[in-house]
């Protein structure tokens, strides 16, 4: 594709926004390595995301974030997929900063129902199945997200491919 960025490329956006997917393909293209935040505290505490949020609530879960956050710091050549949260603390959004390039994945609230309405791992959605819980979530987190972002892609009906040439010409 093209030459690697020299930052590293951070993703923030809503449940079911793409940044995995995105990640993954940007992490391909670019041979750099993809951290899955979600993936990597599910192993640090050897439980699942759901049972994390149940046992300790999403105030511990919060930290763990901000505390991987710092351990990701001089680390470079990595594609960074954030779970949705993280860039609602504003200390977590000066540690994104510092690590690269933040772009902000987005998609419409009926979008992200069909992204996600068959996925029981993700707490937040737990009582918001609908398109209109997700919109309301949405757009509490949508400021936080915004002022976060470097750069914002929409990827409704877009292929990973379309959203990560988008990207290569931004990045």
């Known amino acids: 594709m093209n030459q690697k960025p020299q930052k590293n490329i951070v993703l923030i956006g809503f449940m ?33 995301i759901p049972e994390i949020f149940d046992r300790f609530g999403e105030e ?24 949705g949260g993280v860039p609602l603390r504003p200390v977590n959004v000066a540690k994104m900063k510092a690590l690269g390039e933040v772009v902000l994945l987005t998609a419409t609230p009926e979008t992200i129902y069909t992204r996600t309405c068959g996925d029981d791992n993700r707490p937040n ?22 002022a976060a972002a470097d750069y914002m892609v929409a990827t409704d009906g877009r292929s990973v491919e379309a959203i990560c040439e988008e990207l290569v010409h931004r990045i």
């Not at 926004?17 to 192993?43: H, N, P, T, W, Y």
């Not at 511990?60 to 779970?83: H, K, P, W």
Request: with cysteine; net charge neutral; aromatic share 6%.
């Open 16 to 48: 079911g926004c793409g940044k995995s997917s995105v990640a993954k393909a940007l992490g391909k293209s670019f041979r750099m390595e993809v951290i899955e935040m979600d993936e990597m505290i599910s192993a640090q505490q050897n439980l699942p």
């Open 125 to 146: 959605l737990k009582n918001r199945k609908s398109p209109e819980a997700i919109a309301e979530l949405l757009e509490q987190r949508r400021p936080s997200y915004e």
């Open 60 to 83: 511990y879960f919060r930290d763990l974030e901000t505390a991987l956050l710092e351990q990701l710091q001089g680390r470079t050549g990595c594609v960074i997929s954030c779970g």
